[in-house]
Nanobody, 123 residues
Framework: VQLQASGGGLVQPGGSLRLSCAAS????????IGWFRQAPGKEREMISC????????EYADSVKFRFTISRNNAKNTAYLQMNSLKPEDTAVYYC?????????????????WGQGTLVTVSS
């Protein structure tokens, strides 16, 4: 296993979760990290990305100002802090790593994928 996503679960609307993406067999700091999600019946979408050199981050409009992407290079782990969660945030969340130093919404851009972690936002 090269990327391991974790941290999903059931949370009430307005709550928070932090997803983790732990890398093995390669150094995460050398890769651009993207977080994607796929809701039932919908296409997988990129919601956040941090570039390889940590020179910038990107967010989808749907999660901007609520989600924060970060990485801890010493732990070889990336994170997605999710606040003010809404029912429409319910999805399987995936982390992915790309060797190129740019973000992309195209899933083919990313070499490694985590297995996905389910986030359910419901009262």
């Amino acid at each position: 296993v090269q990327l391991q996503a974790s941290g999903g679960g059931l949370v009430q609307p307005g709550g928070s979760l932090r997803l983790s993406c732990a890398a093995s067999e390669f150094r995460l700091l050398e890769y651009t990290i993207g977080w994607f999600r796929q809701a039932p019946g919908k296409e997988r979408e990129m919601i956040s990305c941090t570039r390889r050199t940590s020179s910038g981050t990107e967010y989808a409009d749907s999660v901007k100002f609520r989600f924060t992407i970060s990485r801890n290079n010493a732990k070889n782990t990336a994170y997605l802090q999710m606040n003010s969660l809404k029912p429409e945030d319910t999805a399987v969340y995936y982390c992915a790593a790309a060797a190129r130093g740019i973000c992309s919404r195209d899933a083919l851009h990313y070499r490694y994928w985590g297995q996905g972690t389910l986030v359910t936002v419901s009262s």
